[in-house]
C-alpha cells in the first residue's frame, strides 16, 4: 500500500466520519449520564441537562433526555461540575460538587417535581465512586493528589507506585524509564504479565518510533494521569497498559504557580550492612543532588475565546549508584604500547570524591506552552509545544562500571508538537481531529576516558563490563513518530456510538559504531571469547502505517445493563529504505572511526517494501451492570482482542533489513596462549587460524540479503501480528458514602517480549529456523552442578537435556524466520485476580490501595534447531513472584498540616545460575571435545543450573513519608513539604548477578537509602 492509497483511504474515511450518524466522545475525556424521572417515578423526556465547569472554555455542554428520560454528556474534561435539569412546567434541579475523572462517567440522576421555572432545589452530590456504565480498568492520578503524596519528582514513573498489579518501582528523582515501571536493571514495567505500555499526551503518541518514552513528560503541564489496564474500548490499541496525560490548560482566570524540591548528600542515610558486604556489595547509593524547578502560568488572553498556559521546568540529580564506580586505571593498559585495540585494567575507585559526575546524572529542561482557542460557539482549536533538552547518563547497576554504560544518551533535541480540533456540529455530534509530532534525536557520546582504541570488556566471571560500551548508537540517531486521528461521535440518550481513525508514521535513522569493531569475553580475567562487528553502518526503518479504523457502541440496553461493543481494524506496514555501510557521509564523524570496516569494506543495499504488511480484526466486548439500579454496585465483563506494540525497531530493523540479514556481530574462540590481550590471529580469516577459533557464522558481514531468509507467510495476510486476548470479570460496590472496593479476575494470554527481541518468548507466531542443521546434527551430554549451599539441594546434581553442534556443522547457519507453528504451538496465558479500595473520608482523608497477586506460565516445549531448546522450555512464574500490596493515603490533621504516605510491598527478583562449563567438565559426557576449538562453553552459551523462576530473593517493601503545611494569605496559597523516602531505611535487593562464578548473587540494584526531601509550591 503505498503513500497516495493511505492518503486517499485516510480521507475517504474522513467523508465517512463526516456523513456518518453515529458516535462517542473521546475515552480519555469524562461524561455525565442518568435518567430523569417524575415524583411518580415515571421518566421525563425533552429535559434539558446542562452542565457548567470553569474548566470548560465554552463554560457549558448540554443535552436533553429522550423519550426514556436518558441523558448522556460526552467529552467533558477533568474537574468538578453543576448540573442543571430545566423543564417547563417542573421545578428547576441543580446538583452540584459533580466531580469528574477522565474516563469516568458519573451516573447523576434527578427528581423533578410538578412547579415554577423560577424555584431551584440546589442538592449536593457526593463524588460517584462507580461507574455503571464504562467497563474499562483504570488508574487515575491527579495533580491535586501527586501534589498531596510523596512523589518526588513527578513522572509516568509514579505509577508504579499508586498502580495495584503494575510491576516495578516508582523512582526517587524521575530516573528515565522506557516504560512506566519499567527499571533498566531491575525490570518491570508490565501488568499482569502484559508489556508494551503505550503512553499518550492528551490522546495521541508522545513515543519515539521504538516505542520508548524518550520525550520526558513536563509533570508541571499535568491535570491528571490515566492508566488504563483492562477492559480498552476500540478507540485505542494496546497489548498492554495504556497511559494517557490529560494537559493542563488556561481559564478565565489568571493563575502562577511556583514549585520545587531538593535533596543532596547530607539529607542521605546509608543502608549498608554486613549481609551486602558479604554478598559482594560494598556501598550504598549516594545521591549528590536532587532537584525540580518549575514554574507556570495560564490565564485568559481574551476571555471565553482564547485560553494559554505555559510552563518552564529543570530536573534531574546526580546519583552513584550501589556499587557503581569508574575506573581508577582506565589509562593503565594490559596490552602492548602498539596494540591497535587496547584492553584497560580494572580497578573500581571506591574512594572517589563524591559531586556531580560521581555517578549517573540525569538532568532534563523543558519549555512548554499551550493555547486553547474558542474559535466559534461550536469549534475550539487547541495547541502544544514543548522544546526539551536532557542528558540520560551514567551506570544505575554494580555489573557495569560508569565509563561502560549502554543506554546513555544526550536528548538534543527533545520535542512534542500537538494541534487538536473539536467540532460540536449539533448537540449530539461531535467532531475531533488531531495531529501530533514527537521530534526525538538521542545519540551517545565517550565518557571521560574512553576514545575509540578502548575496547569493551565483559567479564562473566567476575560479574563486571568495563572499558567502553559494546557498541554505540548514534550522530546521528533520529527517532521520529507522527498521529493523526480523527472521529465522529453521536449520542443519544441511550447509544453512544463513535467511529474514527489514528494512524502513526515512524522514522528512526541510525548510526552504529563499535570500538575497534570488536569487544572482548573474559572469564576472571582470562580472554575466553571475542565479538567481531560489522561496524561502522547506518541503519534506518520506516513505518508507513501503524493504522486503526474502528466503530464502538456504548448502548443502554435497560435502566441496569450497558453494552460496550467495539470492531477496529488494525493495519501495520512498514520498509526500509536503501542504506549503506562505509561511506563518510553516514554520520557527523563524533567518533572519528575510520568510516570502511576493514573486514569487509564498503556496501550497499537496496530497498524493502511491506516488511511486514499486516491486518488484523480486533472485536472489543463489555458488560456493566447495574445490579440494583442505584448505581452503587456494578457487575462488570470484558473481553478483547489486542495486537502488539510496534515500532520500526520489530520486523524491519531487526530481521527483514538487509544489513541486520547479513550478520552485523558474531563471536569467535580465543585462547590468548602469551597473555598479551591482543587476538593473535587474522581477525579477517573466518576460519580458525592462530589463537581464535572459526567464526560462529561464516555469513558475518556478507553483502548477501539472503544471509537471513524470511518466509513470505510471516510478512502479510491476517492475524500475523503477536495479539493478546484479555478478559476480565469484576464486582465494584460502594460500601457507603465516598468508600468503594473492587476486585476481579484478570486472565490474558500476552507475555511475549518486545524488548527482548531475538529470543525465543519474544515472539509467540514467529521462529528462526537454522535450515542448516537439524535437531540430529546436534549430540547430547550432561554435566553436573557445582556443589554450593545456595543451590537447590546444595548442587552436585546432573543438568541434561543439553546438546552440542558436531563439529562438522559448526559454523554453518542459513536461518529462517518463518512461523513458529511450523514447529509446536506457544502457549502463553496469565492468570491474576486483585483487589483495591478507594475511600474518599470525611474531613478529605483520603485512602486507595490494594492487593494483586497472579501465575504466569510460558510454554514452548518444541524443538526448531536444537534438542537443547527443550530444557526450560516451559516457564511458570508463580504466586510468591507476583504477589504485590501497595497503599497511599492523605491525612489532614490540625493547623493546615497533612500527612501522605505511600507504601508498597513486592515479590523479590528472581534469578538464576547460568554456567560457563568446561571442556573438560563436557567431553566426558559427550564423548569428544567442544565444537569449534572451544574449551569453555561460556565462548557460546552458558548452561543455567536451574529453572527460571524458581530462585527469589526476599520480599521488597518500601515506605515513603510526606508531611506539609499550608498558608492561605489571601489569594496566595503555600505550601511546603518535608519527606522521607524509604523511611524505613530498607536495602532489599532489587536485582542480582545471575552468573555463576565469583561474583554470582552479587546485587547489582538495591533500594536507594532513606532520602529526606524538602519542596513546596506557592499559587495565586
Request: glycine fraction near 10%.
Amino acid at each position: 500500500m503505498n503513500a497516495t492509497i493511505l492518503r486517499g483511504c485516510s480521507l475517504g474515511l474522513l467523508g465517512l466520519l463526516l456523513s456518518a450518524t453515529a458516535v462517542f466522545a473521546q475515552a480519555t475525556e469524562a461524561g455525565i449520564a442518568g435518567i430523569v424521572r417524575d415524583s411518580s417515578g415515571g421518566v421525563l423526556p425533552g429535559v434539558t441537562v446542562a452542565a457548567t465547569s470553569p474548566v470548560l472554555i465554552e463554560q457549558q455542554r448540554a443535552a436533553v433526555t429522550d423519550g426514556e428520560g436518558r441523558y448522556i454528556i460526552t467529552a467533558l474534561r477533568p474537574g468538578t461540575y453543576a448540573v442543571t435539569f430545566t423543564l417547563e412546567g417542573f421545578t428547576t434541579v441543580k446538583s452540584e460538587n459533580v466531580e469528574l475523572r477522565t474516563g469516568f462517567t458519573a451516573n447523576v440522576e434527578a427528581e423533578m417535581r410538578v412547579g415554577s421555572l423560577a424555584e431551584t432545589i440546589t442538592v449536593s452530590t457526593a463524588a460517584p465512586l462507580v461507574d455503571v456504565q464504562n467497563v474499562r480498568r483504570q488508574q487515575v492520578v491527579t495533580d491535586e493528589l501527586m501534589n498531596a503524596l510523596p512523589t518526588s519528582t513527578k513522572s509516568i514513573s509514579s505509577l508504579a507506585s499508586l498502580t495495584t498489579g503494575l510491576t516495578g518501582l516508582g523512582d526517587i528523582g524521575g530516573q528515565y524509564q522506557v516504560e512506566p515501571g519499567n527499571d533498566v536493571v531491575s525490570g518491570g514495567g508490565s501488568f499482569h504479565g502484559k508489556s508494551g505500555t503505550k503512553v499518550s499526551y492528551d490522546g495521541m503518541g508522545m513515543e519515539n518510533s521504538s516505542g520508548n518514552s524518550s520525550y520526558q513528560l513536563t509533570a508541571s503541564s499535568i491535570e491528571e494521569i490515566v492508566m488504563s489496564t483492562s477492559g480498552i474500548s476500540a478507540d485505542t490499541n494496546a497489548d498492554g497498559a495504556v497511559v494517557n496525560v490529560i494537559p493542563k490548560e488556561g481559564s478565565n482566570t489568571f493563575r502562577f504557580m511556583l514549585g520545587g524540591a531538593f535533596s543532596n548528600r547530607r539529607m542521605e542515610a546509608n543502608n549498608l550492612d554486613d549481609n551486602l558486604r558479604a554478598r559482594g556489595l560494598n556501598s550504598s547509593t549516594k545521591t549528590s543532588k536532587l532537584f525540580d524547578e518549575w514554574g507556570s502560568v495560564g490565564g485568559p488572553l481574551k476571555r471565553d475565546r482564547i485560553w494559554f498556559f505555559a510552563t518552564a521546568r529543570s530536573w534531574g540529580f546526580a546519583r552513584q549508584g550501589a556499587g557503581v564506580y569508574w575506573n581508577r586505571t582506565q589509562n593503565d593498559f594490559l596490552t602492548p604500547p602498539n596494540a591497535e585495540a587496547k584492553v584497560v585494567r580494572w580497578t573500581p575507585w571506591v574512594d572517589r570524591p563524591l559531586d556531580r559526575q560521581s555517578g549517573r546524572l540525569e538532568w532534563y529542561d523543558s519549555g512548554l506552552t499551550r493555547i486553547t482557542y474558542q474559535a466559534s460557539r461550536k469549534n475550539k482549536i487547541g495547541f502544544t509545544y514543548d522544546e526539551q533538552r536532557g542528558c540520560n547518563c551514567g551506570s544505575v547497576t554494580s555489573g557495569q562500571s560508569q565509563e561502560y554504560y549502554l543506554a546513555q544518551y544526550r536528548f538534543d533535541p527533545n520535542r512534542l508538537l500537538q494541534a487538536t480540533w473539536t467540532s460540536t456540529i449539533t448537540g449530539k455530534l461531535l467532531l475531533e481531529a488531531g495531529f501530533a509530532a514527537t521530534i526525538s534525536q538521542w545519540n551517545m557520546y565517550y565518557n571521560q576516558g574512553v576514545n575509540n582504541n578502548i575496547v569493551s570488556v565483559i567479564d562473566v566471571g567476575r560479574g563486571i563490563s568495563y572499558g567502553a560500551p559494546v557498541v554505540y548508537l548514534g550522530h546521528p540517531n533520529g527517532r521520529d513518530r507522527f498521529t493523526q486521528r480523527a472521529s465522529l461521535s453521536y449520542v443519544t440518550g441511550s447509544h453512544n456510538f463513535k467511529a474514527g481513525f489514528q494512524t502513526d508514521e515512524a522514522n528512526t535513522t541510525t548510526y552504529w559504531q563499535s570500538n575497534q569493531n570488536r569487544y572482548y569475553i573474559f572469564f576472571n580475567d582470562a580472554p575466553i571469547l571475542l565479538t567481531q562487528w560489522a561496524t561502522p553502518y547506518r541503519t534506518a526503518a520506516r513505518v508507513k502505517a501503524d493504522m486503526g479504523i474502528y466503530a464502538q457502541d456504548q448502548w443502554k440496553v435497560t435502566n441496569k445493563m450497558t453494552l460496550n461493543i467495539g470492531l477496529r481494524w488494525d493495519y501495520f506496514n512498514s520498509y526500509v529504505p536503501e542504506q549503506s555501510a562505509g561511506f563518510p557521509q553516514e554520520t557527523d564523524g563524533y567518533f572519528q572511526n575510520p568510516p570502511v570496516n576493514p573486514w569487509l569494506g564498503q556496501r550497499r543495499y537496496d530497498a524493502v517494501y511491506d516488511v511486514p504488511s499486516w491486518k488484523d480484526f480486533n472485536p472489543r466486548m463489555g458488560i456493566a451492570y447495574d445490579l440494583k439500579g442505584d448505581g452503587r454496585t456494578a457487575l462488570k465483563f470484558t473481553a478483547g482482542r489486542y495486537v502488539a506494540k510496534l515500532g520500526t525497531d520489530d520486523i524491519a530493523a531487526n530481521i527483514a533489513s538487509p544489513i541486520t540479514r547479513s550478520i552485523t556481530s558474531t563471536s569467535r574462540g580465543w585462547t590468548d596462549t602469551n597473555g598479551n590481550y591482543v587476538p593473535d590471529c587474522d581477525l579477517g580469516n573466518r576460519a580458525a587460524n592462530g589463537e581464535c577459533g572459526a567464526l560462529a557464522n561464516q555469513f558475518f558481514g556478507q553483502n548477501n540479503p539472503n544471509a537471513v531468509q524470511i518466509d513470505p507467510a510471516i510478512l502479510s495476510g491476517y492475524a500475523k501480528r503477536d495479539s493478546n486476548w484479555d478478559i476480565t470479570a469484576e464486582i465494584q460496590r460502594q460500601l457507603t458514602r465516598g468508600i468503594g472496593i473492587t476486585g476481579g479476575y484478570y486472565f490474558n494470554n500476552g507475555g511475549y517480549f518486545r524488548y527482548a527481541f531475538g529470543s525465543p518468548f519474544s515472539s509467540k507466531v514467529r521462529a528462526t529456523d537454522n535450515r542448516a542443521v537439524k535437531p540430529a546434527d546436534y549430540d547430547p551430554y550432561c554435566i553436573t552442578a557445582p556443589s554450593n549451599p545456595a543451590l537447590p539441594n546444595g548442587g552436585g546434581y546432573q543438568v541434561c537435556d543439553l546438546a552440542d553442534i558436531k563439529p562438522e556443522k559448526f559454523g554453518q547457519v542459513e536461518n529462517y524466520v518463518t512461523l513458529s507453528d511450523n514447529f509446536g504451538r506457544f502457549i502463553s496465558r496469565n492468570d491474576f485476580v486483585g483487589f483495591t479500595i478507594d475511600a474518599r473520608l470525611p474531613k478529605s482523608i483520603r485512602l486507595n490501595g490494594g492487593f494483586d497477586t497472579g501465575r504466569s506460565v510460558l510454554d514452548r516445549c518444541f524443538v526448531v534447531d536444537s534438542p537443547q531448546e527443550k530444557l526450560y522450555c516451559k516457564v511458570v512464574t508463580p504466586f510468591k513472584g507476583q504477589t504485590q500490596f501497595k497503599f497511599n493515603g492523605v491525612v489532614p490533621i490540625k493547623y493546615d498540616f497533612a500527612f501522605a504516605f505511600t507504601w508498597q510491598n513486592l515479590s523479590g527478583p528472581d534469578y538464576n545460575a547460568e554456567y560457563s562449563a568446561s571442556n573438560a567438565e563436557i567431553a566426558p559426557s559427550l564423548g569428544r571435545n567442544l565444537s569449534g576449538g572451544r574449551t569453555n562453553l561460556g565462548q557460546a552459551d552458558t548452561i543455567r543450573l536451574v529453572a527460571p523462576k524458581t530462585l527469589f530473593e526476599d520480599r521488597i517493601s518500601r515506605l515513603d513519608l510526606r508531611l506539609s503545611k499550608s498558608f492561605k494569605i489571601q489569594r496566595y496559597r503555600l505550601q511546603l513539604n518535608l519527606d522521607a523516602y524509604n523511611a524505613l531505611n530498607s536495602n532489599a535487593i532489587r536485582a542480582v548477578n545471575s552468573v555463576y562464578g565469583s561474583a554470582w548473587r552479587t546485587p547489582l540494584q538495591i533500594l536507594d537509602p532513606r532520602l529526606v526531601q524538602v519542596g513546596g509550591q506557592v499559587s495565586f
